[in-house]
Structures are given as structure tokens and as C-alpha cells.
């Protein structure tokens, strides 16, 4: 079942906020993928979705720097560890395609990180960004 972005996710800052939205497109296109077992579309998402998830820690990072976000330290930790832990699920995933277990354990991690991350810890900053505005 696809995870959707709805107005009440939303942290006030349109930048981030499409950001967020396009990572909850992604991710569902990850686990589309990975229902059709076919390596090189699983590999090409996780590729994509690696990549977006880059660029936009760095984006958000750098939005926190300039709003004064006290928090930002704690936060670059979560990114840090969050891409880490996608590097390690993906590395599992594409050399053990026949492992559903892998498929649960990165859908979870994903869906957990995405939710958590944004209803909580990005929520969190919607005053900061208000400044920036």
C-alpha cells in the first residue's frame, strides 16, 4: 500500500516540503520495484532514491544552518545514520534478490524513517523556517 503525503505533513517551507513529497513518490516506486523482482528496475530506484535522499539532507541541512535550527547537530546525526543504514539494506538487497526478508527489512526501515522522520524531527523545525521565509 503506497505511503502518501498529505498538508498536515507539511513543515512550511516549499522547498522541503516537495522534497518530502517526491521521497514518499520514490520510495513507493522502490517497493513497486521490488514486488516485480526485477534487478536492474530495483537497482535503477534504489539508485534514484539514494540520490534524492542526498540531495535533499543537503538542502534541508543547509536551511537549517541559516534558520539557527539548535537542533541541527542531533539532525545531521539522524542523516548521517539513516543514509548508512540504506547503504547497508541496499548492498544486502542487490546481492541476495531472493531474500524477501531483505524486502520487509527495507520497506520497514523506509517507511519508518519517512513518517518518523518527517512527522517528528522535521516538524519540529516548521518555526525556523518560518523565519526564512
Excluded at 539532507?57 to 542523516?79: D, I, N, P, V
Excluded at 518527517?118 to 523565519?131: A, C, F, G, Q
Amino acid at each position: 500500500m503506497p505511503i502518501l503525503w498529505t498538508s498536515s505533513m507539511s513543515v512550511g517551507n516549499k522547498i522541503v516540503d516537495s522534497d518530502h513529497q517526491k521521497l514518499f513518490k520514490l520510495i513507493n516506486i522502490v517497493e513497486e520495484e521490488l514486488n516485480s523482482e526485477k534487478k536492474e528496475n530495483i537497482e535503477n530506484a534504489l539508485r534514484e532514491l539514494e540520490n534524492y535522499t542526498e540531495e535533499h539532507f543537503t538542502r534541508e541541512e543547509a536551511l537549517m544552518k541559516l534558520g539557527s535550527y539548535s537542533g541541527h547537530f542531533q539532525h545531521f546525526k539522524k542523516h548521517h545514520n539513516l543514509k548508512n543504514q540504506l547503504k547497508i539494506i541496499k548492498k544486502d538487497i542487490l546481492n541476495d534478490l531472493n531474500n524477501p526478508k531483505n524486502y520487509d527489512n527495507l520497506i520497514e526501515v523506509l517507511r519508518k524513517w519517512l513518517l518518523d522522520h518527517v512527522l517528528v524531527e522535521d516538524l519540529k523545525m516548521r518555526p525556523y523556517y518560518k523565519k526564512l521565509i
